[in-house]
T-cell receptor, first 116, second 114 residues
Framework: AQSVTQPDIHITVSEGASLELRCNYS??????LFWYVQSPGQGLQLLLK??????LVQGIKGFEAEFKRSQSSFNLRKPSVHWSDAAEYFC??????????????FGQGTILTVHP | EPEVTQTPSHQVTQMGQEVILRCVPI?????FYWYRQILGQKVEFLVS????????KSEIFDDQFSVERPDGSNFTLKIRSTKLEDSAMYFC????????????FGPGTRLTVL
């Protein structure tokens, strides 16, 4: 069965500092990996996704993530955090392995707090 | 970015009552999903729907749940007899061409069962 682990429930950084949010996944076939962000009262917005090819993917709002198959990881990074980045971040895995039809499995989420 | 809308934003109901949650999908996006998030827990997959039939469902999606596109446009989730543990945020998601395409999420409906 597919699963996603986000080890950090809550992270606090200062504005302008760099950020890395960790994500580890378990999936039997080729994974499709996603990072979504959720601001309070909002739905889930896609930041970026990895399907194949270049293992370093660029997303919106200056975010990037690197797929490392050997470590089963897909960590999200941003070189300089802005106060508006404060939100909850979800890593998700999906794919067409077996009988999956696009089902996404989400991690627990990481709440990001940004100090001025 | 394409937008999925959901109504109502908040639904309060008594235990045992039926509720219908509605989702207006993106035009020409043919893959539909429902997820839910119980407060403080993970976002969980409920069901996927394509070509007017369920493609996959989780063990959460029991006989009390059903989905349909009654008018060929809106996508609904019905809970026949709500339980306290059904209280959660319910998200509709919509994908375009394939089951691995990006899923666009709606803002959610917060269901409170009393």
């Amino acid at each position: 069965a597919q699963s996603v682990t986000q080890p950090d429930i809550h992270i606090t950084v200062s504005e302008g500092a760099s950020l890395e949010l960790r994500c580890n996944y378990s999936y039997g076939a080729t994974p499709y990996l996603f990072w979504y962000v959720q601001s309070p009262g909002q739905g889930l917005q896609l930041l970026l996704k990895y399907f194949s090819g270049d293992t370093l993917v660029q997303g919106i709002k200056g975010f990037e993530a690197e797929f490392k198959r050997s470590q089963s990881s897909f960590n999200l990074r941003k070189p300089s955090v802005h106060w508006s980045d404060a939100a909850e971040y979800f890593c998700a895995v999906g794919g067409t392995g077996g009988t999956s039809y696009g089902k996404l499995t989400f991690g627990q989420g990481t709440i990001l707090t940004v100090h001025p | 970015e394409p937008e999925v809308t959901q109504t109502p934003s908040h639904q309060v109901t008594q235990m045992g009552q039926e509720v219908i949650l509605r989702c207006v999908p993106i035009s020409n996006h043919l893959y539909f999903y429902w997820y839910r998030q119980i407060l403080g827990q993970k976002v969980e997959f409920l069901v996927s729907f394509y070509n007017n039939e369920i493609s996959e469902k989780s063990e959460i999606f029991d006989d009390q749940f059903s989905v349909e596109r009654p008018d060929g446009s809106n996508f609904t989730l019905k809970i026949r007899s709500t339980k306290l543990e059904d209280s959660a945020m319910y998200f509709c998601a919509n994908g375009a061409a394939t089951s691995t395409d990006t899923q666009y999420f709606g803002p959610g409906t917060r269901l409170t069962v009393l």
